[in-house]
């Protein structure tokens, strides 16, 4: 009986793959980085280290000074100015951000629709987005202390007969307004883009199953639309918090003190003599904004926004 043997594959050895190719970047690209780099370090880096610096001392922005620690940064613990601002500045955000994101969603689920003239209406509700904050917040501060409370006393409605921006209960929904008004332009243009994005077969095949109007927005739209939704969401509420100029024209941070954001307070130290103080205000007000830049950037990077 004749023994048959199966022969052995000998192993195939694999080629090295290349090398891969190295990318020379020309110095000529660095020599026009270079002006940029120095303008953003010397105006912006050099401060900011300077400040967060300072905050650790007594200083009132000029003269001596002296080290203090971390006393600056726990008084401010107990500081219900301080306290104050960063209840107002959070809670105005927050409510804002629904206001702005609701409105624009809606504004750009119906100017993406088929109907007539959505291009010159598209133009007409960006005009806020490019008019200067502070022109219109001096132009609604007339509004609503002179033109609204004569309407209301023409009609007889008297909770308008007095300006809300005198009413410390009733002031901060002027400032909600007019921020939401200003910032619905840019937040409708990603909706619009993200609306635009979305495949028109799959509502034709949802209305050839049935589908309502409603149906599709829920089960097609939002969901398609849940990486527009925490982008904006998320760059809203960065911007919120860093609210300035619309308060400085309608309110002044009043009545009283009732409506003083966080970067007002900020900026009182300067002409108050609590420099150092307010300078470790914005190193915490700093460190909250980095915080929220960086769940952005990982937020963005998760829906494929952002490299």
Same mark, same amino acid.
């Given at each position: 009986?004749?023994?048959?043997?199966?022969?052995?594959?000998?192993?195939?050895?694999?080629?090295?793959?290349?090398?891969?190719?190295?990318?020379?970047?020309?110095?000529?690209?660095?020599?026009?980085?270079?002006?940029?780099?120095?303008?953003?370090?010397?105006?912006?880096?050099?401060?900011?280290?300077?400040?967060?610096?300072?905050?650790?001392?007594?200083?009132?922005?000029?003269?001596?000074?002296?080290?203090?620690?971390?006393?600056?940064?726990?008084?401010?613990?107990?500081?219900?100015?301080?306290?104050?601002?960063?209840?107002?500045?959070?809670?105005?955000?927050?409510?804002?951000?629904?206001?702005?994101?609701?409105?624009?969603?809606?504004?750009?689920?119906?100017?993406?629709?088929?109907?007539?003239?959505?291009?010159?209406?598209?133009?007409?509700?960006?005009?806020?987005?490019?008019?200067?904050?502070?022109?219109?917040?001096?132009?609604?501060?007339?509004?609503?202390?002179?033109?609204?409370?004569?309407?209301?006393?023409?009609?007889?409605?008297?909770?308008?007969?007095?300006?809300?921006?005198?009413?410390?209960?009733?002031?901060?929904?002027?400032?909600?307004?007019?921020? @939401? %008004? !200003?910032? $619905?332009?840019?937040?409708? &243009?990603?909706?619009? *883009? +993200?609306? #635009?994005? =979305?495949?028109?077969? /799959?509502?034709?095949?949802?209305?050839?199953?049935?589908?309502? @109007? %409603? !149906?599709? $927005?829920?089960?097609?739209? &939002?969901?398609?639309? *849940? +990486?527009? #939704?925490? =982008?904006?969401?998320? /760059?809203?509420?960065?911007?919120?918090?860093?609210?300035?100029?619309?308060?400085?024209?309608?309110?002044?941070?009043?009545?009283?003190?009732?409506?003083?954001? #966080?970067?007002?307070?900020?900026?009182?130290?300067?002409?108050?003599?609590?420099?150092?103080?307010?300078?470790?205000?914005?190193?915490?007000?700093?460190?909250?904004?980095?915080?929220?830049?960086?769940?952005?950037?990982?937020?963005?990077?998760?829906?494929?926004?952002?490299?």
């Amino acid at each position: 009986m004749a023994l048959t043997t199966t022969p052995v594959p000998t192993p195939t050895v694999q080629a090295p793959l290349p090398p891969r190719p190295t990318r020379r970047v020309d110095r000529t690209h660095y020599l026009f980085l270079l002006p940029a780099v120095a303008a953003f370090t010397l105006f912006i880096t050099l401060p900011a280290a300077m400040g967060i610096f300072f905050s650790f001392t007594n200083s009132v922005g000029y003269g001596e000074w002296d080290f203090v620690g971390f006393a600056n940064y726990a008084l401010m613990l107990t500081d219900p100015a301080i306290l104050a601002s960063y209840g107002f500045t959070l809670g105005f955000a927050a409510v804002t951000v629904v206001v702005t994101n609701l409105i624009a969603f809606l504004l750009a689920v119906g100017l993406t629709s088929r109907i007539r003239a959505r291009v010159f209406l598209r133009a007409v509700f960006v005009i806020p987005m490019v008019v200067s904050a502070i022109i219109i917040a001096y132009v609604f501060n007339f509004l609503f202390s002179k033109s609204l409370p004569a309407a209301a006393q023409a009609v007889g409605f008297g909770p308008l007969e007095e300006s809300i921006l005198a009413n410390p209960d009733l002031a901060w929904l002027s400032i909600v307004l007019v921020t @939401a %008004w !200003q910032a $619905i332009p840019g937040t409708m &243009l990603i909706y619009i *883009a +993200g609306l #635009v994005a =979305i495949p028109r077969e /799959l509502y034709e095949a949802s209305s050839l199953d049935g589908a309502s @109007a %409603w !149906q599709q $927005i829920r089960t097609i739209t &939002l969901p398609l639309m *849940a +990486g527009y #939704v925490v =982008i904006n969401v998320i /760059l809203t509420f960065k911007n919120f918090l860093n609210a300035y100029d619309v308060i400085i024209g309608l309110t002044g941070g009043g009545p009283g003190t009732s409506t003083r954001s #966080v970067a007002m307070t900020i900026f009182s130290g300067f002409d108050t003599g609590d420099y150092a103080y307010q300078m470790a205000n914005a190193t915490i007000f700093f460190l909250i904004a980095l915080a929220i830049a960086m769940i952005q950037l990982r937020l963005m990077r998760g829906k494929g926004q952002a490299r």
